[in-house]
């Protein structure tokens, strides 16, 4: 019988790949897509030396192995023996078996010491991307500023439909203006991806996360954090519903659409985007805490007397200061 050099079948030795760093930064990064994302890490010198040793690691590592795929190893070579019509000989399929598991055993401890570096180097790699998060943020925020600046300066051709755009001639305005839109959504995939692989403080308000100045761009946002409306204080039944301007889940939460985040931001020039830091983020939501602090809930924190009516008050956010008993509380007038 002719001895058959033993050899590890495709479904033993070569199937799909495994996840790239399956939980490192840099297995999000690859699942984000994110080009802003690639391009901002790439400042970051520690973080691409680490990463070009951790792909050349990866790259090194033997096909995927599996002993438990061995006892179908065993009985294909068995089976193609007997459907050769070659007589079994016992003692060569036996040794096949063993240097076919000393095969898979000796690449198995390859791979393990390839794994265990692998391992020491992903956490290198996601102390690199901590120690250069500033440094990231600020890229994505300044990208993020430039592509809204200048998709404003071509919003004209926003909402045209493509008739309108090619008899007036404006295709090469309008796809830029279609590319400066898929520009915007994949920083916000960028964003979202640092946000889930780092640390980031609880979001007490979430339209900061998205812009930098909301409480300056809605006039009435600190009223409608503490009751979602403006009350009148002569009667503290009667309430004023007010809404944020910009895109909202039914909820009252800021809308997921990226699509209508961009509309929104090219259609209001006081509105300005950013990328937050963890860092700017925690700083600027304590401060917007202490703004809205200052407004005190009627019902569950005092009583407010009725006063008479005032031809240039009707609605008005609540007071600051706690007043002292039986003074009179000052209601500062809404513009």
């Known amino acids: 019988m002719t001895k058959q050099t033993p050899q590890l079948a495709a479904d033993v030795a070569e199937p799909k790949r495994r996840p790239i760093l399956s939980g490192s930064s840099l297995s999000v990064i690859h699942r984000s897509g994110s080009r802003a994302l690639r391009t901002a890490l790439e400042t970051l ?4 030396a680490v990463r070009d040793q951790l792909l050349a690691l990866e790259a090194m590592r033997p096909a995927y192995v599996n002993r438990a795929s061995l006892d179908e190893e065993l009985t294909a070579y068995v089976r193609g023996l007997i459907d050769r019509g070659e007589v079994l000989d016992v003692d060569a399929a036996a040794q096949h078996f063993r240097d076919l598991r000393a095969t898979v055993e000796a690449l198995l401890d390859v791979d393990r010491a390839a794994v265990l570096a692998i391992e020491m180097l992903s956490q290198e790699l996601d102390e690199a991307l901590r120690g250069g998060q500033a440094q990231v943020y600020a890229s ?9 600046d200048e998709a404003r300066a071509v919003s004209d051709v926003a909402g045209l439909d493509p008739t309108t755009v090619l008899t007036r001639g404006l295709g090469d305005t309008w796809q830029r203006y279609d590319d400066l839109r898929v520009r915007f959504i994949d920083i916000r995939s960028a964003q979202t991806s640092m946000q889930q692989q ?25 009223a409608w954090k503490v009751d979602g409306a403006l009350v009148n204080p002569h009667d503290l039944n009667d309430r004023r519903p007010v809404a944020p301007p910009w895109p909202t889940e039914p909820t009252g939460t800021p809308a997921r659409d990226h699509d209508a985040w961009f509309s929104w931001l090219v259609r209001t020039p006081a509105a300005k985007a950013w990328v937050p830091s963890a860092k700017q983020f925690d700083v600027e939501q304590t401060r917007l805490r202490e703004y809205v602090s200052d407004l005190i809930p009627y019902q569950s924190r005092f ?27 000052k209601i500062r007038q809404l513009g």
């Open 45 to 48: 010198p520690t973080w691409v």
């Open 140 to 148: 994505l925020s300044a990208e993020l500023a430039t592509v809204v």
């Open 198 to 222: 780092l640390s980031f403080p609880d979001v007490l308000y979430p339209e900061l996360t998205r812009l930098a100045n909301p409480a300056d761009v809605f006039e009435h946002w600190r």
């Open 303 to 329: 009583k407010v007397e009725p006063q008479p009516p005032d031809d240039t008050t009707e609605y008005a956010e609540r007071p600051a200061e706690a007043q002292p008993a039986g003074r009179a509380r």
